[in-house]
């Protein structure tokens, strides 16, 4: 019990700290992509203190839904990152939900975030939450296909399960139900971090936003929660598909050298998946909001070809 | 082991209904004390049958009584197994649930309407309902079903009035002809192989069928529950019969009325039929499938609150489906323990589904009731004046999205489970199917989410869209007794999941064999494990404490640092524009127009937009927006049926002569062909 504590407390402190900076890199990369200089790399965190210090206006409008959002956001992503291993195959809380309960808490979120963005009454809100909950559940079965193909491998749903399955063929990803699989994540993965060519998560205008839309409203310390818990769910992400296809590094204990040598390793592979979706987005134009449906039909199809392979290879 | 009084308890339930029953009706001139006996004796006949159903699931056997009636065939046999108990307690829960809402909810019929039919056909219904489900004897079994039908029917066009009622029940009636007329034909399928219409008698003699009867009678058996059970394509009656209802009649209809069909399913085909072929079984979950995928999307185009939710049911139904024809294949492919947790999966979500439906459809009546509107464009804000009412439905709308930490994630998640490793156990490109069908899964549980944003958002968040909504008033406290009690339910089951599996294990016993509850829990009863040895697990109560322990930073933060400026409320910040109103808000049809665009192909939408001008075009005075989607069902597959139907009557009208000689004439001849057929050897 104890020590199911000290280790949730562990990684739940390396979410909070990663997450941001995470953030940060990849618009430091962006911008250099772009020849431009950007920001700081630590700019994110500093737009959350600065954001925790301000004050914040409630809508006249707004319910209590408007105020118990921003917690729920939060509070699912941050539960949601002690689910999956990070850096040892043995993730804090992965006897209490593996993979689908992920998936579902972090549905959990977005649903109140819905609600928060129609709350207000305001027409951009709206326009948020219905793009946000048509895109999310479009990628939806693409995304369970691609799971299930992994999962399908080690007959578990169990994060640390599966984990651990991989870590015992790291060389797996190299087979092709794993990279037909990779693919189709990689695209739900840009869906659901709301990264081009799907969402821009730099614009503000209102013809093309999605998430940004949604939290129009917000300002100050709730808007602090809710960015922070957009930043920790692209992490969680991340490293689920990291973590999954390629095991690398993972340690099998919670030993201090395992420990940190899994944290280098994790730290690589995360910035190269960053640097992939960076390539990916400055490459890359926004789509249409209604050829989106097409890119994710495309993920469908990687996924359900995963799937077909797996028993074919 | 003692015996606890299962039969005494049911039979008082059963009494109770029938002397409720008989006094609403005799007591109809005095409205408040009828409401009061009408309402009192549902709750009391609910209590028993709720205590008859706890008794017999702990009891753990079969509770069998028989009183021979002296018609051939016919005997009032009952059969209190725990098929049977598990249905009587998911009735008894909403029946409960029901009675105390309608205590309040039956006050605004007092001098408008005749509250003692009204409290005659509901205990009718809650009788008919009891018997379905204990029934050991076909023919009882079809009397309860047809009484079951007539008194929904009559419940379903209590606002006689209104034309669109009196068309809904008609349609509602025809079906449930429809559906008696099949099951009839599958009995006496299985009555003639028998020789008995003993339910049990059945069971012994389906080693008897040949495959050939085995699927006649299952095709029969599939489109009878199939069509009380509301799945696609027989759906049609289902969101015309249940929003045109009362309220409290609606959620008994989506809640327990559509699960008789479920009942049956789980009755006949896992007991009554043998070991049914792998392809019932895949035909059930591909059914299943479609009706869970379709249900929902068409639910989504839906701005009446009350048809956006009998449409959940179809999608719901799906969901149960999926599950119990996931358990059918697995039984054949010889794996008992799979198909004995596909079907707790199923039943789980029936009795889930059954809970945050009735909650759902007493929420939405609540609304009817105080703002006189289904359209949810007409309504909005109405959180402020109603709070209870809303929190009620927002747990209902969270639960039935499947999310965590409530009780319809857990059925949903052993459903994933189930299908997940099914693609273990069955051969060839059918296996292919189980992960599929987890895919359209996900997409089901993720539109739902989409609908169930648009229904909570647009009909009790934001401003108020109309004048009603702005003078809503709160639900009478007995309603919003009703719908705590069921609020409380979903939050029990959902984080409780963990206590209530082990209740299944005498019924997958008697079903399939295997007990598994204990299989399903691991670690001190924490734990839910699907059941395999490094199969998944989850834990909605862990997840639920450690939601509220991650508030404690959250709130941390929150407090911490934003002290300095005090949190104020100001008018919405709208990009910049001012004077926002209830005009610039979204709308339900503006919020699934992103859906509606990308499933045009399904839904075939249709607009028309009018302007109306004063002189230059620029400046119009009125725009009117109309747009709909194409009802396929209707149009494509029932419109030519029932031309050809009415083709065919056109035809028959020939013999129709209208002569008294040629009526005789036909008389004579059946009774002839009867004799001739009837006395043969």
Redesign the interface.
């Known amino acids: 019990m104890i020590g199911l504590i000290a280790k949730a407390g562990l990684q739940?402190v390396l979410v909070?700290l990663v997450a941001p900076l995470l953030s940060g890199i990849m618009k430091t990369m962006k911008a250099r992509l772009q020849t431009r200089r950007g920001p700081n790399v630590l700019q994110s965190y500093q737009d959350i203190?600065k954001l925790?210090?301000?004050?914040?206006?409630?809508?006249?409008?707004?319910?209590?839904?408007f105020s118990v959002t921003?917690?729920v956001v939060?509070?699912?992503a941050?539960?949601v990152g002690?689910m999956i291993p990070m850096t040892a195959t043995d993730a804090p809380?992965?006897?209490?939900?593996?993979?689908?309960?992920v998936?579902?808490?972090l549905?959990?979120g977005?649903?109140f975030l819905?609600?928060g963005g129609?709350?207000?009454?305001?027409?951009?809100?709206?326009?948020g939450?219905?793009?946000e909950?048509?895109i999310?559940?479009?990628?939806?079965?693409?995304?369970?296909?691609a799971i299930?193909?992994v999962?399908?491998a080690?007959?578990?749903?169990?994060l640390s399960?599966m984990a651990k399955v991989a870590v015992s063929q790291s060389w797996k990803f190299l087979a092709p139900s794993q990279m037909l699989a990779f693919a189709a994540l990689f695209i739900v993965l840009i869906a659901e971090t709301g990264r081009i060519p799907v969402d821009n998560p730099a614009t503000h205008l209102?013809l093309t936003m999605i998430h940004e839309a949604m939290i129009?409203?917000y300002s100050?310390?709730?808007l602090?929660?809710i960015e922070?818990g957009a930043s920790i769910k692209q992490l969680v992400l991340m490293t689920l598909v990291v973590n999954t296809f390629f095991p690398f590094g993972l340690s099998s204990d919670w030993t201090l050298r395992g420990l940190t040598l899994g944290l280098v390793f994790y730290l690589i592979k995360m910035l190269l998946l960053a640097c992939l979706i960076v390539m990916v987005e400055t490459t890359n134009a926004k789509l249409r909001?209604?050829r989106v449906?097409e890119l994710l039909m495309v993920s469908?199809i990687f996924?359900?070809l995963a799937?077909?392979s797996t028993?074919l290879f | 082991m003692n015996t606890l009084p299962v039969a005494a308890t049911f039979t008082l339930s059963v009494a109770l209904y029938s002397v409720g029953a008989l006094v609403s009706l005799a007591s109809w001139r005095k409205p408040a004390l009828c409401r009061h006996i009408c309402c009192g004796t549902a709750l009391a006949g609910a209590i028993f049958g709720g205590l008859a159903a706890v008794f017999g699931i702990l009891q753990g056997t079969a509770v069998r009584w028989s009183i021979s009636s002296g018609i051939p065939l016919f005997a009032y046999s009952f059969d209190y197994d725990a098929l049977a108990g598990f249905f009587n307690l998911t009735l008894a829960i909403l029946a409960g649930a029901v009675s105390i809402y309608s205590f309040s909810y039956l006050k605004e019929f007092e001098g408008k309407r005749n509250i003692g039919f009204f409290g005659f056909l509901f205990h009718l219904l809650l009788l008919s309902l009891t018997i379905v489900f204990t029934a050991a004897n076909a023919l009882l079994f079809l009397i309860a079903w047809e009484v079951m039908a007539l008194a929904a029917y009559g419940l379903v066009t209590f606002y006689h009035e209104d034309r669109e009622t009196r068309r809904a029940g008609l349609l509602y009636i025809v079906m449930a002809h429809i559906d008696a007329g099949c099951l009839l034909l599958g009995f006496a399928l299985l009555m003639q192989v028998s020789g008995s219409a003993d339910f049990a008698q059945f069971r012994t003699a389906a080693v008897h069928l040949s495959s050939s009867q085995q699927a006649i009678a299952f095709v029969l058996f599939f489109l009878g529950f199939g069509i009380k059970a509301g799945v696609i394509p027989f759906h049609i009656w289902l969101p015309a019969a249940h929003p045109v209802a009362p309220s409290n009649i609606s959620s008994l209809l989506s809640g327990i009325v559509l699960k008789a069909g479920i009942y049956g399913m789980a009755r006949i085909f896992l007991e009554g039929l043998g070991v049914l072929p792998s392809w019932a079984g895949l035909l059930v979950l591909i059914v299943g499938v479609g009706s869970a995928v379709l249900g929902v999307l068409y639910a989504l185009m839906e701005h009446d609150l009350k048809r956006l939710l009998a449409y959940h049911s179809i999608e719901n139904i799906g969901i149960i489906l999926i599950g119990l024809g996931a358990a059918l294949v697995f039984r054949v492919a010889g794996h008992p323990q799979l198909a004995a947790v596909a079907l707790i999966a199923a039943l789980f979500h029936t009795l889930n589904h059954a809970i945050f439906k009735c909650l759902l459809f007493l929420g939405a009546g609540s609304v009817l009731h105080s703002t006189g509107s289904r359209n949810m464009e007409e309504l909005g804000g109405l959180i402020r004046p109603m709070p209870v009412t809303a929190f009620c439905f927002l747990i209902g709308a969270v639960a039935i999205s499947g999310l965590p930490p409530l009780n319809g994630f857990v059925s949903e998640w052993l459903t994933y489970q189930s299908l997940l490793a099914g693609f273990g156990v069955t051969g060839g490109l059918t296996r292919i199917l189980f992960p599929l069908a987890g895919s359209m899964l996900a997409l089901t549980g993720a539109l739902a989410a989409a609908c169930f944003v648009k229904a909570f958002a647009i009909t009790f968040l934001a401003l108020p869209r109309s004048a009603e909504s702005r003078s809503a008033h709160e639900a009478p406290r007995s309603m919003r007794i009703g719908m705590g009690c069921l609020t409380g339910a979903c939050l029990v089951l959902g984080l409780g999941a963990t206590w209530f599996v082990p209740v299944f294990d005498a019924l997958t016993e008697q079903l399939l064999g295997p007990r598994v509850g204990t299989n399903l829990i691991t670690a001190h009863r924490w734990v839910l494990s699907a059941g395999t040895p490094h199969g998944g697990l989850v834990s909605t109560s862990v997840i639920a404490i450690a939601l509220l322990l991650l508030l404690i930073p959250a709130v941390l933060l929150v407090s911490s640092a934003g002290r300095r400026f005090a949190r104020r409320r100001g008018p919405a910040w709208d990009c910049g524009l001012p004077g926002l109103s209830e005009h610039n808000e979204y709308t339900a049809t503006g919020f699934s127009k992103a859906l509606r665009m990308i499933f045009s192909v399904l839904y075939q939408p249709r607009r028309e937009i009018q302007t109306v001008f004063d002189v230059s075009p620029y400046f119009p005075k009125a725009i009117r927006f109309e747009s709909e989607i194409e009802p396929t069902f209707e149009k494509r597959l029932y419109a030519p049926l029932k031309d050809l139907l009415l083709r065919f009557a056109t035809r028959m009208r020939a013999i129709q002569a209208g002569s008294i000689h040629a009526y005789l004439a036909y008389i004579f001849v059946t009774l002839v062909l009867l004799l001739l057929f009837g006395v043969r050897p």
């Open positions: 739940l909070l203190l925790l210090r301000k004050g914040m206006v409630i809508p006249e409008t707004a319910s209590w839904i921003p917690y939060f509070v699912t941050a539960l002690l809380l992965s006897l209490f939900g593996g993979v689908l309960a998936v579902y808490l549905a959990l977005r649903f819905a609600l129609l709350d207000a009454g305001s027409s951009f809100g709206g326009l939450s219905s793009r909950m048509t999310s559940a479009i990628a939806e079965p693409a995304m369970m296909l299930f193909t999962a399908l080690a007959s578990s749903t169990n399960e209102e129009l409203e100050g310390p709730y602090a929660l922070y909001l209604f449906p469908f996924g359900a799937l077909i028993f």
